[in-house]
């Protein structure tokens, strides 16, 4: 099993990792800042869900057909940017406002759930990150490799959620100052809108 010397350093790291701008936190702040801090943590919820899947794929070594299949990597970040498009569309076509008419229509929580964890896991990056980072951390002599790939995935997420739910918390804050501008509101989802659609391009032209 991991020593807690490991653990601690490793732990730190993903904070740092966390921290750093990229696509996973401007989704959360976006999504927070149009639909509120319990919305936003839900979408972080998910995101977490979604390195589940990435760690039992590193666990079991499908992570490596992404590295290995240009085909594989492909059809995924395709799938991952189409789903972007559609988020990017909603979010243009969205009236905003604080009247009846004008109101956004708000997404149920299953809704806010999925959609962290189809942003994670059609993410092919973040599946060839941890086949890259997590075995730097794993030893023979500790045990067992998949045990500690496991627990290594676990405080990553934990990572994740911390930094991640600050980051919903605070971008929840404004954005519900926020909606009750229609204005502001109008102009917060063609923001969000532009960033959706910023990350479907980078998405596409990621290379593996």
Known sequence: MLT???AVSFFGIAVLLALTPGPDNLFVLMQ???WGRGSGMLVVLGLCTG?????????AGLAAVFATSEAAFTVLK???AV?????????LRAPGGVDAQAKPVRQSKGQLYRRGILMNLTNPKVSLFFLAFLPQFTDTARGSVAMQTLA??????????LVFGAIALCSGMLGERV?????????LNRVAGVVFLGLALRLVYMQR
């Open 83 to 91: 789903y972007l498009l559609y988020l990017a569309w909603g979010a």
């Open 179 to 187: 909606q009750q501008s229609q204005r502001a509101q109008r102009l």
């Open 78 to 80: 395709l799938a991952g």
């Open 152 to 161: 290594l995935g676990g405080l990553f997420m934990l990572a994740t959620l």
């Open 4 to 6: 807690f010397e490991v």
């Open 32 to 34: 927070s800042a149009l």
């Open 51 to 59: 390195l589940i899947g990435h760690t039992v794929a590193v666990t």
